[in-house]
């Protein structure tokens, strides 16, 4: 039996002529928490409405749980989704909304403890109409999670949240991974992913620039050592250049041994390495990166 919870090959989506989504192929595992990543316009958002039944492939193939996506009847109970947009009608309560999407994904669930979860039990009987944004967020979270279903979709789901509720978020999804739920986030919070996901397709023009693990993604580009030299100061080793202002930045795939030899210099010279730091290719220079081309 598959273990894939998401198949998508060769899926191609289509605006007129404009190509968003070119020849994307990809699995989301069962337990795993994937991360969707990319640049503005990669094709993110275009990718997950199909996969949520929301957007017909111009060609290619999608499965969710083995079955097509636009088969409502039996994927959407199984499925909850944050869109980076909600839809509620501004008209209903928030516990009202938590309920109205339990009836449409015939999903089952406490909406007092839903709400809870989601940090919103002081506005169950508030109007959608009355919340704030970061609300709003968390009402979505409320609504994807409600019936604890075996497959989440956050949509840049902390973006306009606030620190507590990110954690409060994280926590709960968390929660729903520990109970075996399968996770697939987009966030331009790369940090988020960095922490989080198992997996992360990385998309770029449409297409995957890179898949794997972070480690995966990170191991390919050398490692960052960077100090401000005072005036004066001698040449420092490794072979850096040091800018007019004293900064210096220096790429290294044998971090340990350059640090140790550039602290051995520094303590021999006497020279205090200002504003010292070092440290691994975060996905942030993997994202610099694909951007320099
Ligand atoms: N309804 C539409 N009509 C025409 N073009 C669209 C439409 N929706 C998206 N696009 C275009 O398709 C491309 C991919 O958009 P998409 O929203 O999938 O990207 P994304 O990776 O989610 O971006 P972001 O990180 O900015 O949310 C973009 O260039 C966008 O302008």
């Known amino acids: 039996m598959s273990t894939a919870v998401i198949e998508v090959e060769n899926l191609h989506v289509r605006y007129g ?15 795993e928490l994937y991360a969707l990543l990319g640049t503005n316009g990669a094709g993110k958002t275009s990718t997950l409405e199909v996969i949520e039944g929301h957007r017909p492939a111009a060609s290619g193939t999608v499965r969710v749980f083995g079955r097509r996506p ?3 009847g039996a994927v959407r109970p199984r499925m909850g989704i944050m869109l980076q947009e909600s839809g509620f ?6 516990t009202e909304s938590v309920r109205l999407i339990g009836t449409l994904t015939r999903r089952q669930d406490d909406a007092g403890r839903v709400l809870g979860v989601a940090g919103l039990t002081h506005k169950a009987g508030t109007l959608v109409s009355q919340l704030s944004g970061g609300e709003k967020r968390r009402l979505d979270f409320a609504t994807a999670i409600y019936g604890g279903p075996e497959l989440v979709i ?6 306009g949240l606030d620190i507590q509720s990110r954690d409060a978020l994280w926590a709960a999804v968390d929660r729903l991974r520990e109970e075996g739920s399968t996770v697939v986030l987009t966030t331009h919070y ?3 992913a960095q922490q989080r996901a198992d997996r992360i397709g990385l998309m770029h023009q449409g297409t995957f620039h890179r898949e794997g693990t ?10 960052l050592i960077g100090f401000t030299l005072p005036p004066g100061a001698p040449e420092p080793p490794l072979g850096a250049g040091v800018a007019a202002d004293g900064a210096v930045l220096v790429e290294t795939f044998d971090l340990q041994g350059d640090l140790h030899r550039l602290l051995g210099w520094a303590h021999d010279a006497g020279v205090d390495l200002r504003e010292l730091k070092a440290g691994p290719t975060s996905l942030d ?7 320099r081309g």
Not at 21 to 30: A, G, K, T
């Open 154 to 159: 956050l949509d840049e789901p902390t973006t």
């Open 285 to 291: 220079d993997v994202f610099r990166a694909i951007e």
């Open 70 to 72: 636009d088969d409502r």
């Open 89 to 94: 009608s501004p008209d209903l309560t928030v």
């Open 190 to 192: 790369l940090e988020e």
């Open 214 to 223: 972070v480690v995966e993604l990170t191991q390919t580009l050398p490692s």
């Open 17 to 31: 002529d404009f190509h968003a989504v070119d020849d994307l192929s990809f699995q989301v595992r069962r337990g």
